[in-house]
């Protein structure tokens, strides 16, 4: 499965973007799907997750972002409100094989990944 990111742009703190992440190839609606981020310097960084209706998010999160899917689209959708400049990162989304049904919160568990998109926070 090839997936697409998209969604990514410059906002100012307190702001909302909603990136989304369209597969290709064949549908993933039974892949365990995420999104990661990454900052120049750091090590790649669980955002959000999906399995079914199970949700999973990152510690820093703090409610502010909610992961959903669109089966009709084949796409996973990550909503972001109340942005602050420690949120800009390069965002990618990732799909696990389709025999495993866990969230995995570490990046080397996924065999699938879009090429990412920038979003940037403007204080």
């Known amino acids: 499965v090839q997936l697409q990111a998209s969604g990514g742009g410059l906002v100012q703190a307190g702001g909302s973007l909603r990136l989304s992440c369209a597969a290709s190839?064949?549908?993933?609606?039974?892949?365990?799907v995420a999104w990661f981020r990454q900052s120049p310097g750091k090590e790649r960084e669980f955002v959000a997750g999906?399995?079914?209706?199970?949700?999973a998010y990152g510690d820093f999160v703090k409610a502010r972002f909610t992961i959903s899917r669109d089966g009709a689209k084949n796409s996973v959708d990550l909503h972001m409100s109340s942005l602050e400049p420690e949120d800009t990162a390069v965002y990618y989304c990732?799909?696990?094989?389709?025999?495993?049904?866990?969230?995995?919160?570490?990046?080397?568990?996924?065999?699938?990944w879009g090429q990412g998109t920038q979003v940037t926070v403007s204080s």
């Open positions: 990732a799909a696990r094989s389709p025999a495993i049904t866990v969230i995995s919160r570490s990046a080397r568990g996924y065999a699938y």
């Open positions: 190839g064949r549908t993933f609606s039974n892949n365990v």
């Open positions: 999906m399995s079914g209706r199970s949700t």
